[in-house]
């Protein structure tokens, strides 16, 4: 059932203006959580493929809500492995029309675990202009903005001038010379960080808070990325129970949640 946003999120105050209207289908408590912004190209290599799922998978199962526009490529995958249930879809249509089509499945999974978000009424089509407006609300409702593939004069470069303007920081993956070539000169210039380990990279952001989604007081506790050690002192018996089960893995001597 498509319903106003009738309550404040203080997130999109960065925007240059704030929506006068929103609307909604879904779960509004996922506005409440720890979110990060991904975006990217409609065709990204392989690489970027593979590695956008890894690491929204693992967001995810961190507590961290994904963010993105439901698009084909960069979007879909970050939203499929992120899991319905903790991702946020911006669309920038009415919510009354699914688009892009071939995401038709993805985004009726969204409306009933997750939350889709809009700033058109119902009956707006697909119009060039409003997918500036929708990468806006993406990057302002995101902590930081993740960039996993982007090409020079791309809609994703919109939502990183957004992201820079506002403030925010930005990550990108380091690719290979003649490959996402945008991220690759903003990576030069600077102006964006490289995620280079995965896990590094989601202990950062996992770490402020303990989410409902990992009320286990164990799990809770591998967020915060601590010595194998510590761990074996503190849940000697739930340590080695949630390294068979894959619950977790130890890389140079430290615990780091799947």
Do not use: W
Request: hydrophobic residues 40%; glycine residues 6%.
């Amino acid at each position: 059932m498509i319903a106003p946003i009738t309550f404040h999120i203080p997130e999109l105050e960065a925007m240059k203006k704030y929506p006068n209207e929103l609307f909604y289908m879904g779960n509004t408590d996922l506005l409440r959580k720890k979110k990060i912004a991904i975006v990217g190209s409609r065709k990204p290599n392989q690489y970027a493929r593979e590695v956008t799922h890894a690491l929204c998978k693992k967001l995810s199962k961190a507590g961290i809500c994904i963010v993105s526009g439901g698009a084909v490529g960069v979007d879909a995958i970050a939203h499929k492995a992120a899991g319905a249930k903790n991702t946020i879809m911006v669309a920038a249509t009415g919510l009354d029309k699914r688009y892009p089509a071939i995401n038709k499945n993805i985004i009726e999974d969204i409306e009933t675990n997750g939350l889709v978000l809009s700033q058109f009424q119902e009956g707006t089509p697909s119009q060039k202009y409003n997918f500036p407006l929708r990468n806006e609300v993406v990057v302002a409702l995101g902590d930081v903005l993740i960039v996993t593939y982007a090409d020079v004069n791309s809609g994703t470069m919109h939502s990183v001038k957004h992201a820079l303007k506002m403030g925010k920081e930005v990550y990108v993956l380091a690719h290979r010379i003649g490959e996402s070539e945008a991220s690759n000169e903003l990576l030069s210039q600077g102006k964006v960080k490289a995620i280079y380990d995965l896990d590094a990279f989601v202990a950062q952001f996992a770490g402020f808070t303990c989410k409902e989604s990992l009320a286990d007081e164990f799990l809770c506790y591998c967020q915060t990325n601590p010595t194998y050690e510590e761990a074996l002192k503190k849940y000697p018996s739930k340590i080695f129970e949630a390294e068979l089960s894959g619950s977790i893995e130890i890389k140079n001597a430290k615990v780091f949640l799947v």
